[in-house]
């Protein structure tokens, strides 16, 4: 590495080039272009000219490209070291986005502009598939019949159908308010002790950097519930009114589980899960809610107003 291979002075200056940033001792001499890069990465946020903002902003976190990683990792903290600055909380370095097999590049015609994908799938599902695909600092290939796969099976078919169905349900056999629940059954305890499991779990992938493992995370929600929904046949349920303090349970057990994954989601999928948050009736702003205590069970309120839900994740043609 480069790090191992051993240290060496680094020169600040170079003199082959006739652009850049005068040495203000030898005109002769440029500023190496990566010192008076990084430079910018404390004077930005008020060093020698804001120090109250200087030091409410610093030391900070970067996000760099791997490829860029020892000027941010071995250069930038021994410039800070040798003017007597902290150096940054952490550097995080990302991976390539591959396309077959190849990092993209724009003398090949291999890049896509983000605006390719979201003109169809939309920003959330764009969120989702590249958090959730490729693991943070790896590199990670790309396929527009992966996307379009992930998107139909589990946003379109699984969180939105959830969320479509569930709501319908609650319309037609409630009226629109959520049913109270009682008389828990094995499965139902298990339908809450998943989703406390998957927020807890989310939380902590999230603090190790692991977008990826905190989206597998809180679908296990996803299909537990559909599990779920499809096991205890909620449509035969109320078909008979002997069976209606069932279908109630059936029914806030899924609309509360629709609720932790609103508020467990929200970082991801801002837009879906604000439309769902809104069917869903529930008091209070959905930012405002703690993703750590989304996993707490019983929070929607009984008698509360389910709205109606259009498709969250409309089925796109092939």
Avoid: C
């Avoid at 490729?134 to 078919?157: H, K, M, P, T, V």
């Amino acid at each position: 590495s480069f790090v191992k291979q051993g240290l060496k002075d680094l020169s600040i200056s170079r003199s082959t080039f006739d652009w850049g940033i005068e040495v203000p001792w030898d005109p002769s001499h440029v500023i190496y272009v990566w010192v008076d890069a990084l430079l910018n990465y404390a004077t930005a946020v008020g060093y020698g000219t804001d120090p109250e903002q200087f030091s409410r902003r610093w030391p900070a976190y970067h996000i760099v490209g791997k490829d860029i990683l020892r000027f941010h990792a071995v250069i930038w903290p021994a410039m800070l070291m040798a003017a007597g600055l902290d150096v940054p909380r952490g550097v995080f370095a990302h991976g390539w986005l591959l396309v077959g097999g190849e990092k993209m590049s724009k003398s090949k015609l291999t890049g896509i502009a983000p605006t390719e994908i979201t003109d169809v799938f939309g920003s959330d599902a764009y969120r989702f598939y590249f958090l959730s695909a490729i693991a943070f600092g790896q590199d990670g290939s790309f396929s527009w019949e992966d996307l379009s796969a992930r998107y139909q099976a589990e946003l379109a078919n699984g969180f939105g159908n959830l969320a479509s169905r569930t709501t319908a349900m609650i319309e037609k056999y409630f009226e629109g308010v959520v049913p109270p629940a009682s008389d828990y059954t094995d499965g139902d305890l298990e339908i809450q002790r998943i989703v406390a499991d998957a927020a807890v779990n989310a939380d902590a992938a999230i603090e190790r950097f692991r977008p990826d493992e905190a989206i597998a995370a809180i679908w296990t929600i996803v299909d537990a519930l559909n599990g779920y929904i499809t096991d205890n046949e909620p449509w035969a349920l109320a078909k008979d009114d002997a069976n209606r303090a069932r279908l109630g349970t059936v029914l806030y057990t899924a609309a509360e589980g629709l609720r932790a994954l609103a508020v467990l989601l929200s970082p991801v999928m801002p837009q879906a899960t604000a439309k769902l948050w809104a069917a869903l009736g529930h008091a209070g702003r959905l930012e405002d809610q703690p993703i750590r205590a989304a996993g707490t069970w019983g929070v929607l309120a009984p008698g509360t107003s389910v709205n109606g839900l259009a498709p969250l994740f409309p089925r796109i043609e092939q």
